[in-house]
Every structure is written in C-alpha cells, then in structure tokens.
C-alpha cells in the first residue's frame, strides 16, 4: 500500500511538473506571438535638409524622440529597408547615400553621378551611370551592366529581376536581368519613343509616351494592353496594390483612372483646375494632387474617388505626405501641421518642423524585447531527476531559446521518493537566474547602441564604447531564426541614469525597459 502511494504521488508530482514547464512554455510563446501579431511599429524619421542630428519617434508620438543618429543632406528619400534598418537617401549633391538606424551612422553609397535612382525596400540601391550601365550598390558589392545602347531607366522587380529599359533611334528596348549575374534573360523592342515618365505597377513596367501607357510584364518581358489617354502624359501614381493607376495630363483639369485589370480608363475625377503632380498615400488612401498653379493641395479619397477638399501647402521632396494614421501632414513654410483627413480640419501644428525632411514608415526595430520572452522558464523536478544544466527550451513562435534552468521551491508536503542513482560523472551545476524584470516603475532600463547581424562587428563596436569605466557587451538573440547581435550597456536602475550614460557615450543610442 505504502508503496502503491509513494508511486501515486510521484506521477502526480511529474505531471504538475509538466504543466508548470507546458504553462511557462505557453506564457513565452503567447508573448511571442502577441508582439508578432501587432505587427511593425508605425514609425516617424525626422533628417535635417542640411545635415546633422536625425531623429526617430514612435507615431504619433512626436514628442518623445526614441532614436538619434546624424545623417548628410537631404534631398529626397529612396526607400527603407525593414530587414537591415537602412534608409536610402539622395543628399543634396544628387548622390545616394544610406542612414543606418541600427548603427546610427550615414555615408554616401557612391560618388559617381547617377540618375533614374530607385531604391524600393532600401536595401539595393538601383541607378544610371554617366556612361548608360545600370548600375546596383547594395553593402554585399556592387554591380553594373552596360547595355548595347545606353540606358534611362531601371525597374527592380520583387523576384531579384532587373528590368532595364534605353532608347535606340525610334525603339525602346527593354532587358531583363538578374544580378548578380550579367547575362541577358530576355529581350523586347518597342516601337515607341519613351518619355522620362514611367512607373512599377505591381509585376507590369510601364513606359508613357505622348498619349498612352505602353507596359510589359516584370517577369518575362511580355507585352500588355496599352492604356490610352487623352492629351499629354505630366505624372503617374498606382495604388500600392496596383490595381488602379492615377494618371494626369498636361492642361487638363480631370484626373484619369485606369482599371489595370481592364486597361481602360474607368472613370475620371474632376478637379478645380490643371494638375501638376500627384502623390498616393502608402497605404493607398489618399491621392494628393498638385495645382499647376500656387501652394495648395487637392485631397482625393482614393476608396471613392471623392474630392475631400483643398489644403494650403508647400509642396516639397516630403511632404505634404498621409501619416499612417490617415492624418495628412503640411508644409506652412516653417511648421508642418497635420490635418484630418476625412475633414480636412487641423488637428496638430509642429513648431519648426518644416525644417526637416519627414519621412513615415513601418518598422520593429526600435521596439522593446516583450518582458515574457525573455523570462527564464521554470522545470520543476523530483528529487529523482537528474538535471541536465544545458536544457534549453525553445519558443516556437520565435526561435528564441532560454537556457536559465531553476529549480522550484519545496513542496509543502513531503513526496517520498526513491533515491537517484549514483552519476558514473559528477553532475555540472544547476544555473540559476533571476527572472527578467516586467516593464514597470522598478524595472530596470538597458542603454542600446546598436543590433547587428554581424558578430565581429557587434563586438568591434562594443571594444570601443567605454563609459565612465563600463564596457558595453553583446548580447546574442535569435529573431525569426536569425541572430542578432545587440551591444548594450546596463541595466539601469531607472531611465534617467540609462539616459545619462547613452547621452555621455557621444553615440546613437535608445534606452528600453528591461534586460536584452
């Protein structure tokens, strides 16, 4: 009988065991995947045009500054690059250049002149050289093709393609590559002469030419229906998802809609005068349209295509632009004022914010590691269990592992259990560590300088930062299977001691809640 029970408890005892070790498991995986299903963090970058401390804030935020790097001038942006955090640039010399978030640094990616510059996601940097090649500047190594004839323009496509278009007497031409590799996959000859209006609309590249859209698909070069329009071809804007394209002409007071999937122009939307420019919001709200004449804007609800009103503004490399929250931010001059952009109605002014160039985007990058992901999960044990100290348990959801193993308090009433066998080896010790502090009052603050895909970098940049006497250390973390190298220093007791050693390093830095 005394045996039957002692049995009894010990299975009781190994299935609590398994909950607690299921339950801690779930709460790291449940964090994990809650911070996964917010999504990225909508972000604003703030550059000076002429150069120096650029700044980031969490929208709509736009008092508490959560990164600052320096950056060269600033003409116009490129793209951001949400793997590698990396804004590409055009400074006011016309030369690409790069703004690291992660490293807080910038520097010009060439200083030969190229035109038709493109940079989609940021990564690669796409241009013309003075020579006609096309030229790809990316941190991997550069690359370039010179064409037969030279070119105009570049199309990077969303599967590594490159399309290449030049103009040969009365042709265009167009080739399709894919580099690293210079060979010619495909080529195709167009009767048409090409003007210096042209555009990606989801897989299809499109050329204008006086009176029409002349396009081919990404992919394999193939022809498609060509979109005919009335009068001169002035400015392009597909929605993000490409299944539309606004297109306005040279004098006309109404603004086409081509149906990409009919090739026709749908519908037209008429406005108070002749049009200019365009400009579509990033998540395919709004369209904002340029007057040929004075500063003001024209706001078109692009789910409607309803003319929402007329706003004041100057009309710049940024803005006026559709913040992520559907606000639309202006340019008076020397303030950028946000407005409603349902109501058209001023809902916030930013002191001397003209000043600066703004740029909105999409990024995780300055987000604090979740409390619960980085808590050390807890195996409870018998006595009769050997423990292995190398345990290591791993989310799923994040390929994060914890290698803390604790051993759980006594229970309040004794299990009998039978003695453990003898080891043939001594048996390491068990780690024990504290568990990682909650985002709260108390919790401690970690001053980052930078989160690196490179170790020998991580730790080159870690050996040279020295603050009164502490040397900052890299911390490894895995990220969707990838790992990640931060250099931190901490932690802190409270945020305003991390502040003061990120301010008295004299680098980019941003403080977050808890321990890396």
Same mark, same amino acid.
């Given at each position: 009988?005394?045996r039957?029970?002692?049995?009894?408890?010990?299975?009781?005892?190994?299935?609590?065991?398994g909950?607690?070790?299921r339950?801690?498991?779930?709460?790291v995986?449940?964090?994990?995947r809650?911070?996964?299903?917010?999504?990225?963090?909508?972000?604003?970058?703030?550059?000076?045009?002429?150069?120096g401390?650029?700044?980031a804030?969490?929208?709509p935020r736009?008092?508490?500054?959560?990164?600052?790097?320096?950056?060269?001038?600033?003409?116009?942006v490129?793209?951001f690059?949400?793997?590698?955090?990396?804004?590409?640039?055009?400074?006011?010399?016309?030369?690409?250049?790069?703004?690291?978030?992660?490293?807080?640094?910038?520097?010009?990616?060439?200083?030969?002149?190229?035109?038709?510059l493109?940079?989609?996601?940021?990564?690669?940097?796409?241009?013309?050289?003075?020579?006609?090649?096309?030229?790809?500047?990316?941190?991997?190594?550069?690359?370039?093709?010179?064409?037969?004839? *030279?070119?105009?323009a570049?199309?990077?496509?969303?599967?590594?393609?490159?399309?290449?278009?030049a103009?040969?007497?009365?042709?265009?031409?167009l080739?399709?590559?894919?580099?690293?590799?210079?060979?010619?996959?495909?080529?195709?000859?167009?009767?048409?002469?090409?003007?210096?209006?042209?555009?990606?609309?989801?897989?299809?590249?499109?050329?204008?030419?006086?009176?029409?859209?002349v396009?081919?698909?990404?992919?394999?070069?193939?022809?498609?229906?060509s979109?005919?329009?009335?009068?001169?071809?002035?400015?392009?804007a597909? #929605?993000?998802?490409?299944?539309?394209?606004?297109?306005?002409?040279?004098?006309?007071?109404?603004?086409?809609?081509?149906?990409?999937?009919?090739?026709?122009?749908?519908?037209?939307?008429?406005?108070?005068?002749?049009?200019?420019?365009?400009?579509?919001?990033?998540?395919?709200?709004?369209?904002?349209?340029?007057?040929a004449?004075?500063?003001?804007?024209?706001?078109?609800?692009?789910?409607?295509?309803?003319v929402?009103?007329?706003?004041?503004?100057?009309?710049?490399?940024?803005?006026p632009? #559709?913040?992520?929250?559907?606000?639309?931010?202006?340019?008076?001059?020397?303030?950028?004022?946000?407005?409603?952009?349902?109501?058209?109605?001023?809902?916030?002014?930013?002191?001397?914010?003209?000043?600066?160039?703004?740029?909105?985007?999409?990024?995780?990058?300055?987000?604090?590691?979740?409390?619960?992901?980085?808590?050390?999960?807890?195996?409870?044990?018998?006595?009769?269990? *050997?423990?292995?100290?190398?345990?290591r348990?791993?989310?799923?959801?994040?390929?994060?592992?914890?290698?803390?193993?604790?051993?759980p308090?006594?229970?309040?009433? *004794?299990?009998?259990?039978?003695?453990?066998?003898?080891?043939?080896?001594?048996q390491?010790?068990?780690p024990?560590?504290?568990?990682?502090?909650?985002?709260?009052?108390?919790?401690?603050?970690?001053?980052?300088?930078?989160?690196?895909?490179?170790?020998?970098?991580?730790?080159?940049?870690?050996?040279?930062?020295?603050v009164?006497?502490?040397?900052?250390?890299?911390?490894?973390?895995?990220?969707?299977?990838?790992?990640?190298?931060?250099?931190?220093?901490?932690p802190?007791?409270?945020?305003?001691?991390?502040?003061?050693?990120?301010?008295?390093s004299?680098?980019?830095y941003w403080?977050?809640p808890?321990?890396?």
């Amino acid at each position: 009988m005394h045996r039957r029970l002692s049995i009894s408890l010990l299975l009781l005892s190994a299935l609590a065991c398994g909950r607690d070790q299921r339950a801690s498991s779930d709460t790291v995986g449940n964090a994990a995947r809650a911070e996964a299903s917010r999504g990225p963090d909508p972000i604003l970058i703030r550059l000076p045009r002429a150069g120096g401390a650029v700044r980031a804030y969490l929208y709509p935020r736009l008092d508490s500054v959560v990164w600052t790097g320096r950056t060269t001038s600033v003409d116009r942006v490129l793209g951001f690059d949400p793997e590698g955090g990396a804004l590409a640039i055009v400074d006011a010399k016309g030369q690409p250049a790069r703004v690291d978030l992660r490293l807080g640094e910038s520097g010009v990616a060439t200083k030969a002149t190229l035109a038709s510059l493109v940079a989609p996601i940021g990564a690669e940097i796409y241009g013309v050289d003075a020579r006609g090649a096309a030229v790809r500047l990316s941190r991997g190594g550069d690359w370039s093709f010179t064409p037969p004839y *030279p070119a105009r323009a570049v199309f990077p496509q969303t599967d590594g393609g490159l399309v290449i278009a030049a103009q040969h007497g009365n042709e265009a031409v167009l080739w399709l590559m894919r580099p690293p590799d210079t060979k010619v996959r495909d080529t195709v000859v167009l009767p048409i002469t090409m003007r210096s209006i042209h555009a990606q609309v989801g897989d299809r590249v499109y050329l204008a030419t006086d009176t029409a859209l002349v396009g081919v698909r990404g992919r394999d070069l193939s022809e498609v229906p060509s979109i005919r329009v009335r009068g001169h071809i002035v400015a392009l804007a597909p #929605t993000p998802s490409g299944d539309r394209i606004y297109v306005a002409t040279a004098g006309d007071s109404s603004l086409s809609v081509v149906d990409r999937y009919t090739d026709k122009v749908a519908s037209t939307i008429q406005l108070p005068g002749a049009i200019s420019d365009l400009r579509m919001d990033g998540l395919g709200r709004y369209v904002l349209v340029r007057p040929a004449r004075g500063d003001s804007a024209w706001v078109v609800a692009v789910a409607t295509n309803h003319v929402v009103g007329s706003v004041r503004t100057k009309w710049s490399g940024d803005l006026p632009a #559709t913040a992520p929250d559907g606000a639309i931010a202006l340019n008076s001059g020397r303030d950028v004022i946000f407005v409603d952009g349902e109501t058209l109605q001023a809902v916030r002014t930013v002191a001397g914010g003209a000043s600066d160039f703004w740029y909105f985007t999409f990024w995780n990058g300055f987000r604090a590691r979740a409390a619960g992901v980085d808590q050390p999960v807890s195996f409870a044990r018998t006595d009769s269990a *050997p423990v292995d100290s190398s345990a290591r348990a791993t989310d799923s959801a994040t390929n994060v592992a914890v290698d803390s193993v604790t051993r759980p308090a006594e229970p309040s009433h *004794p299990v009998a259990t039978p003695p453990a066998p003898a080891p043939t080896h001594p048996q390491p010790a068990v780690p024990t560590t504290p568990p990682a502090p909650t985002a709260s009052a108390s919790a401690p603050f970690t001053v980052s300088f930078a989160a690196l895909l490179n170790e020998a970098k991580a730790h080159a940049l870690a050996d040279s930062i020295d603050v009164a006497g502490a040397h900052a250390r890299v911390v490894p973390s895995q990220r969707a299977g990838t790992t990640i190298y931060r250099v931190v220093l901490g932690p802190y007791a409270n945020r305003a001691a991390a502040e003061q050693i990120g301010r008295d390093s004299k680098r980019s830095y941003w403080v977050f809640p808890g321990q890396p």
